[in-house]
């Protein structure tokens, strides 16, 4: 079933000629050659696929292509501002926030929209927004750090 | 510049001629340094021959050649300042190569928390070298002695004179290939500048930005993705298999060749599809053995086992022992689980292949991909991109090699890219095991009988670490014992035989009524064993008292890679439901020469946070080679709720080369938690990961002596 859909992906417009029940996640991977998304589990369990669309965090591995249509989808690619870093990545990076840093987009991005939510959320809040995002290298304490950080600059 | 910048063929092989031909090359052999023979013996394989190590290039660049890979422990950043130290130069100037086996140094794999211990030492010699090299060649042009020269930030000057001349002149036009000898002594601990600083990673803005590529982040125009049909248990043979409906989608390859059966396609979800569409007929081996009587299973078919540690006499040990306890600690199988699953990225071009793999054994790959398409071992390049988390568990390449056969019959540029449930069905889990200790103390508290036989996790960490006079260790393991791979897991077996002797030395502190801590130490002459139970008693505020307080406070220490940890930990435990909660964790480690405190402080952290998972909630379900917990759905690691407050302090020994960091603070974490809720609520568990059941079954049936 071929559609073609019109979106935005990072401030730009986009359009995707492709079967509309493919997942977002491989049509980023493969047809728009980024490689911020990350694949880790596949049924929406890991958050390392974590894309924004409409400014709200997806699992990219399970949101059919189709429902980006006219829609504003944002990646990792998209946070910094030319070459000036998001806060959240300067933090991350800053803090060692990562260690292998596979699960780095989603957690950055999840974090992204938590503040967009909550500019300044308690630790608690934190710890429950990002609950859903697994990370094997423990690197939580420091991502917790990193977005507390963040968001006493924003 | 990032060595991903080097994108996917920008070093071939006629480039790495060029590579090494200008400028400065050092070459280094382990093979004739005594101080590397304890570590040979541990990376068994070392080539004999002389390997580049490092170079310095026209341009003043250095570029240090690596085996190891970059999964996370920041070596990449650590390396470079080992060679950065010894050079004189900034350790911006230093690019990393890592884990490519056309241009790195031959190396076993990275694991054992080998690469500060053996790799950094022969890396500093080599540059130790240059430097020198560097020197004599600055001596001549500049026309005055030797001696009076200095280095520093890659530029040479004359002390108390005229004349500069910077590393990149000196190796303009040369072609300079220089041999370690070992008769250039690395610096002094007293004058390091970069070495013992916390610089940031190099892979932080990469990692940050989506930019940093992984295995799965590699592409070749024209590559297609496939999929693999996999058995339904281990140990099923496959009776018979249809394709036809799979073929029949657009676009789609079917591969049915000596048992490797896959579709695909150039996108990932259509090769899932048509995986669906195959009709495979498996026979299914039954089997009565699962995860709640494997141990039973181990102890029918374990071997008579071999002694590992032995001193005194059992028979002297049980009659100067007034108390004597026998106990048994269990553990499960454990999953790596890392959030990159196993990929790789394989491209046949005529009698050669290039594989971009996520491994922790580059050359490891490259001989088995050789041995499996019978071709020369040097038509076969592997590069390792970041690896997204291995831990051990990638270390067996499975993937390489279904990517490479997938190549070599399609002539396309295939990758294979596991799923989750792929990723746990084929992980090399961290092996049940059991232990059974007998030990007594005398009247006075002292040790004076430890008789032990642990069964499959291996001898790793089963040294007795008190000066205990009557000694036997005796490990029982035996490969065929399991259903499915078992291999490797972040300090194999460590944690295993540290949860033994740690909860079994708490059970003997209660009963000689004596402060878990002073029992230690009053058990304990090894002084750097001493000075990481002092440090985190400190660390901790620990305050003495017999278990159990009541307070949940536990402690442990053990050894791994040549250095020393502590933790204590503080736990919660809901005596009406038996749910342990994590409140606290604080860790002291010794590891000699810390190079980057950093990075060796993120270690502990990170070994601390995903040690939680062993002793509270990760284990493998299964039925014989039936594995049941295949996805993050069912099998639960440590997430941001489970953070308790976390604690580090490295102790100080600069008098011994740097030691492991990467797995030592992981060793602990079973027993410290397990000593923990003994104090909190009196209840002794011994099989990880600990349930609420038998914490309450404990609480109501205290079975500490
Ligand atoms: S890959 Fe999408 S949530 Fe794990
Ligand atoms: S940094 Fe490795 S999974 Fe989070």
Redesign the pocket.
Known sequence: MRATIHFRLNGRDTTLETDGNRRL?WVLRSDLGLTGPK???????????TVLVNGNPV????YPASDIEGTEVTTIEGLAKGDELHPLQEEFADRGAFQCGYCTSGMILEAYSLLQRNPHPTRSQIVSGMNRNLCRCGAHKRIVEAIEAAAARL | MNRNDLGPMAVDRRDFLKFTGGGIAVFVTLKDHDLFKEALEQQRGYPSDFNAYLRIGEDGRVTVLSGKIEMGQGVETSLAQEAAEELRVPLGSIDMVMGDTDVCVWDAGTWGSLTTRVFGPALRRAAAEAHSVLLDLAAERLHVPRARLKAENGVVTVVGGQGRVTYGELAKGQKIQRTVRGKVEPRDVKDFTVMGTSPKRFDRIDKVTGKAKYAGDIRVPGMLRARLLRPPAHGATLKSVDTKAAEAVPGVVVVNQDGLVAVLHEDRDTADRALGMIRANWDTPQSTVDDTNIWSHFLQVAPTGRTAHEAGSLDAGARASTKVFEHTYYDGYVAHAPMEPHTSLAHAEGDHITVWSSTQSPFGDQRRIAGTLRIDESKVRVITPYVGGGFGGKSAGQQALEAARLSWITKKPVQVMWTREEEFFYDTFHAAALMKVRSGIDAAGKVQLWDYNVYMAGTRGSEVLYDVPNVSVVSHSSRDAHFFATGPWRAPGANDNTLARECQMDIMAAAAGMDPLEFRLKNATDPRLRSVLEAVAKLSDWKAGAAPTGRGYGIACGLDAESYVAHVAKVAVDKASGEVKVEGMWCAQEMGIVVNPEGATMQMEGCITQGLGYPLMEHIRFRGGDILDKNFNTYRIPRFSDLPEIHTVLVKNDGLAPKGGGEPAIVCIGAVIANAIFDACGSRVFTMPFTPEEVLAGISKPTGA
Not at chain 1, 59 to 62: F, I, L, M, V
Request: aromatic residues 6%.
């Open positions: 996640l694949f880790g589990c596949g049924i929406t369990q890991c958050g390392a696929c699992r990219s591995c399970q």
